[in-house]
């Protein structure tokens, strides 16, 4: 008489059925995660812009005028320099690129400066993750 051997494990078929959930709960999850990263990133860059603008209207109150390079932040020669304003070196982006600073407005009058990102691209304009963001 043979003996029936009781084996532990699971099925092919059950294995595939897990598999498929698996599948359906990352593609219903990914999306929504995903673009929690890319307004993260434009949070991450406008919350540095404010710490740059802050050391810039420091820089402004001391020397009288807007620094021609953000690295003036950190060292400069010029007469009543006071500092430096910014603790460490002048921060990349998010996205790993320069952020954009002139002294001078040109696109409106009423501001002193611009500071910008350019976004993931480091082109101006562009959409999505590639737009730029602006202080």
Known sequence: MKTKKNYAGFTLVELLIVMVILGLLASIVAPRMFSKVDSAREG???AQMQVLATALDSYRLDIGYYPEDLNELLSSDKNMWDGPYF???IPLDPWGNAYFYSPKSE???SEMF???SYGRDGK???EG???????
Do not use: H, I, M
């Open 124 to 126: 101006p304009g562009g």
């Open 114 to 116: 611009v500071l910008k």
């Open 129 to 135: 993750e590639d737009a730029d963001v602006e202080y």
């Open 107 to 109: 696109e409106k009058s």
């Open 87 to 89: 603790p460490q070196k």
């Open 44 to 46: 991450t860059a406008k």
